[in-house]
């Protein structure tokens, strides 16, 4: 059974740092390229940043030179390093494939405070 679990977010002062996770199960996670979403409150839900399956990463101009994409092949597992949040960067934030999204997972909460 597909799974995407996300954890690590949370309530955090403009110019702080949030790490988050995303654990996959019942995929073969390591020839999968994966992304980072996410969804403000009455807006529709972005891909914010992408690494393939050698490791070749996108993100979206806004994000650039703050948010660090990675992958672990050997945990299944995708991360977001986020690094300078601002009150924008609030929403929902979800990992998926990029190429044929799988179920959606829950979500991790991350709130940017000014």
């Known amino acids: 059974q597909v799974q995407l679990v996300e954890s690590g977010g949370g309530l955090v002062q403009a110019g702080g740092s949030l790490r988050l996770s995303c654990a996959t199960s019942g995929i073969i996670f390591g020839m999968n390229r994966m992304g980072w979403y996410r969804q403000a409150p009455g807006k529709q839900r972005e891909l914010v940043a992408d690494?393939?399956?050698?490791?070749?990463?996108n993100y979206i101009d806004s994000v650039k030179g703050r948010f660090t994409i990675s992958r672990d092949n050997t945990k299944s597992t995708v991360y977001l390093q986020m690094n300078s949040l601002k009150p924008e960067d609030t929403a929902v934030y979800y990992c998926?494939?990029?190429?044929?999204?799988?179920?959606w997972g829950q979500g991790t909460q991350v709130t940017v405070s000014s």
């Open positions: 690494i393939s399956s050698v490791g070749r990463i």
């Open positions: 998926n494939r990029v190429i044929s999204n799988l179920p």
